[in-house]
């Protein structure tokens, strides 16, 4: 055993053909492979607004104070199993960790398969980690509540499970602290089976037509699949004891390949699994007989966890349904998680209401369902990315929620030719939620244009989206990813590149909402990379209504074309036979702002912003930087990210 571990440290003394341990690079082969994680920084704790009913009484500028100068750390997930953690200064390791999943669970992959000479490569540990300050007992055996750094990671393909360590401060990062540092796990088997009332403990389990509970490969079925759900941490509703403030949450969606085929939503009481035990009167389910009615709950009067499960799953055993990432929002600006958003496989958008003190009462509703409809037939259109929220510009109670349909995940993802869509769908909040329909909303469309300076650009549509109750009562607006071949017909002619999906990050800088394609390689192809575009659009809209005016043409310049350091008419697209070096200001009004750019050798990742600086890696692992122009807009200030997420960026 000290061998096995020794190995996973990075010790080559047992390596072939000395021992029977696979090999490893002698170069660059101390770390597994990164491929869906971004790295996370940690200073010191830097959080704002941390004050209020609903937190603590314990200062938060304290904590500030005693752990302001902890050494800075980056915190990244690999593929040989381990949560790394770096100096930010020197690059140097200071932590790693396995979680106990990797060794013990049914549905994680094992982490002995790395020592295997014939070993092929698989996904661990592969998904960015989430953290947030949060009060918590960190040690169940000391009495008490503080304030502490929490980190907490999940597998991706790797494994169904979720863990949590407590990262407040790294010189406690020693074999001599561990139990200091790991919190708990949550897995699978930790889950309950599905019951036949969702929200009712007690109406026993849910069987199939024979009356028997449904088992897949001789286990019982459950909600909780693959982890690549990236958690929001946030404080609750739920009121804590005492002083303690309200209860800090972990918010996920369920993810694919749940035995069960749900789509649902938990939400996980961060403290409370510190004691190793999840709790749920549920779970009760779980033996057959089910076991004896006794209320399982913490000393609170509520279960460890909540699982809100919808209305749409199937039990055939196969992919199923499943829900995607959520977001998670404070509408009243008390710092609590007020509702979440997100989506499932077969496209439906969710509001969860987490408003109410009780978790009991929690609710969920459904708001829209994407789908594409071409020559009759209707195909449904997979939700599976974060959504964004941005106020209504109407009515700031109000919201449109922002998203993206389609799915990078499974084999026949890599391939798939169905169309995909961008949407942005007003929530009016309502109690019963109005469901909107896709005939409610404005069409914007791409337009795919060459440049002999630019090489492959997009334009995009500027269709009026009128929200008022007078006039044409949009209810949002969409744009489908179909664009035709260079000088197509939006109306007639088959996409150019069918399949195209905006499956990365949406980000909104300065006003103007950005986000990254992924164009799938064909089923005839034997080039495995098609590459995809960098995209813009306006959140309220989806036009470009939003881009700014720099004075020439109607509309502005996003991003800085000619790299030259400016955005002027020399960046705006010019209609064919135009002079485009032309500085006569007349040529200028059939200019346009290119509100896409082609990516023709590589994908995309999800992109970060430095400034006005957008940058993004590439599947060649080269870096995409683009300058926008996105310094200063007059819509910054109602488009502010930080008025709705509950999760504040990373420090």
């Given at each position: 055993v000290r061998d096995?571990?020794?190995?996973?440290?990075?010790?080559?003394?047992?390596?072939?053909?000395?021992?029977?341990?696979?090999?490893?690079?002698?170069?660059?082969?101390?770390?597994?492979?990164?491929?869906?994680?971004?790295?996370?920084f940690l200073g010191g704790p830097n959080r704002t607004g941390m004050t209020g009913d609903a937190f603590p009484a314990t200062s938060y500028a304290s904590y500030q104070s005693e752990f302001g100068g902890r050494q800075r750390m980056v915190y990244v997930s690999s593929n040989d199993g381990i949560m790394h953690g770096f100096s930010a200064t020197d690059g140097s390791e200071v932590f790693g960790y396995v979680p106990a999943n990797l060794m013990t669970a049914t549905y994680s992959r094992k982490i002995s398969e790395l020592l295997n000479y014939e070993y092929e490569h698989r996904f661990f540990l592969d998904l960015t980690p989430a953290i947030n300050d949060v009060y918590i007992r960190p040690n169940p055996d000391t009495p008490g509540k503080e304030w502490a750094s929490i980190l907490i990671g999940g597998h991706g393909a790797g494994a169904k499970a979720y863990f949590a360590l407590?990262?407040?401060?790294?010189?406690?990062?020693?074999?001599?602290?561990?139990?200091?540092?790991?919190?708990?796990?949550?897995t699978d088997e930790d889950d309950h089976y599905p019951l036949q009332d969702p929200d009712d403990p007690a109406s026993g389990p849910r069987l199939d037509e024979h009356g028997d509970r449904l088992e897949k490969d001789g286990l019982l079925v459950k909600d909780m699949g693959y982890t690549f759900s990236v958690p929001t941490i946030g404080l609750s509703n739920v009121a804590g004891s005492g002083t303690d403030g309200n209860e800090w949450i972990a918010v996920f969606g369920n993810g694919i390949n749940n035995t069960a085929g749900s789509a649902a939503l938990y939400v996980l009481f961060i403290n409370d699994g510190v004691d190793g035990d999840?709790?749920?009167?549920?779970?009760?389910?779980?033996?057959?007989?089910?076991?004896?009615?006794?209320?399982?709950?913490?000393p609170l009067g509520r279960p460890d966890f909540v699982k809100i499960t919808t209305d749409e799953g199937s039990f055939d055993n196969g992919l199923g349904n499943a829900l995607g990432t959520p977001v998670v929002i404070d509408t009243d600006s008390d710092g609590t998680a007020d509702y979440a958003y997100a989506g499932d496989r077969k496209g439906f958008?969710?509001?969860?209401?987490?408003?109410?003190?009780?978790?009991?009462?929690?609710?969920?509703?459904?708001?829209?369902?994407?789908?594409?409809?071409?020559?009759?037939?209707?195909?449904?259109?997979?939700?599976?990315?974060?959504?964004?929220?941005?106020?209504?510009?109407?009515?700031?109670?109000?919201?449109?929620?922002?998203?993206a349909s389609g799915s990078y995940v499974t084999l026949p993802d890599g391939s798939s030719s169905e169309i995909q869509?961008?949407?942005?769908?007003?929530?009016?909040?309502?109690?019963?939620?109005?469901?909107?329909?896709?005939?409610?909303?404005?069409?914007?469309?791409?337009t795919n244009e060459e440049s002999p300076e630019f090489g492959f650009l997009r334009s995009l549509s500027n269709n009026e989206v009128d929200y008022s109750d007078t006039g044409a009562d949009h209810k949002g607006w969409y744009i489908d990813l179909d664009a035709p071949p260079v000088g197509g017909d939006h109306d007639t002619d088959p996409a150019e590149f069918p399949g195209e999906r905006a499956i990365r990050n949406i980000q909104i800088r300065g006003g103007i909402a950005f986000v990254n394609s992924v164009i799938?390689?064909?089923?005839?192809?034997?080039?495995?990379?098609?590459?995809?575009?960098?995209?813009?659009?306006?959140?309220?809209?989806?036009?470009?209504?939003?881009?700014?005016?720099?004075?020439?043409?109607?509309?502005?310049?996003?991003?800085?074309?000619?790299?030259?350091?400016?955005?002027?008419?020399?960046?705006?697209?010019?209609?064919?036979?135009?002079?485009?070096?032309?500085?006569?200001?007349?040529?200028?009004?059939?200019?346009?702002?290119?509100?896409?750019?082609?990516?023709?050798?590589?994908?995309?990742?999800?992109?970060?912003?430095?400034?006005?600086?957008?940058i993004t890696q590439l599947s060649d692992k080269s870096l995409d930087i683009r300058e926008t122009n996105t310094e200063v807009s007059a819509t910054t200030g109602t488009l502010s990210w930080k008025q709705l997420e509950v999760l504040p960026p990373p420090p």
């Open positions: 096995r571990v020794n190995y996973l440290r990075g010790d080559r003394s047992m390596e072939r053909p000395v021992g029977n341990f696979r090999e490893r690079p002698t170069i660059k082969g101390g770390i597994g492979d990164i491929v869906h994680a971004a790295p996370v407590n990262v407040t401060d790294p010189t406690l990062f020693t074999e001599a602290t561990a139990d200091e540092v790991v919190l708990w796990e949550f999840w709790c749920h009167p549920a779970k009760k389910v779980n033996t057959e007989p089910p076991g004896p009615d006794i209320a399982c709950l913490n958008m969710y509001r969860f209401d987490l408003t109410d003190p009780n978790p009991a009462n929690w609710t969920w509703n459904k708001i829209f369902k994407a789908e594409y409809n071409q020559l009759g037939v209707t195909t449904d259109q997979p939700l599976t990315t974060k959504p964004t929220v941005i106020r209504h510009p109407d009515s700031p109670d109000e919201h449109i929620v922002i998203f869509s961008i949407y942005g769908i007003h929530d009016d909040l309502a109690g019963s939620a109005t469901f909107v329909m896709k005939s409610e909303l404005q069409e914007q469309f791409y799938p390689r064909s089923d005839t192809s034997c080039v495995d990379i098609a590459g995809g575009f960098i995209l813009s659009f306006c959140p309220a809209t989806g036009g470009i209504d939003c881009f700014a005016n720099v004075g020439q043409g109607e509309f502005g310049a996003v991003f800085d074309l000619n790299n030259d350091g400016y955005f002027d008419h020399e960046d705006l697209i010019a209609d064919e036979g135009a002079d485009e070096d032309s500085q006569n200001p007349d040529d200028y009004e059939n200019r346009r702002g290119g509100a896409g750019q082609r990516l023709e050798d590589a994908v995309p990742t999800d992109s970060s912003f430095i400034g006005s600086k957008r």
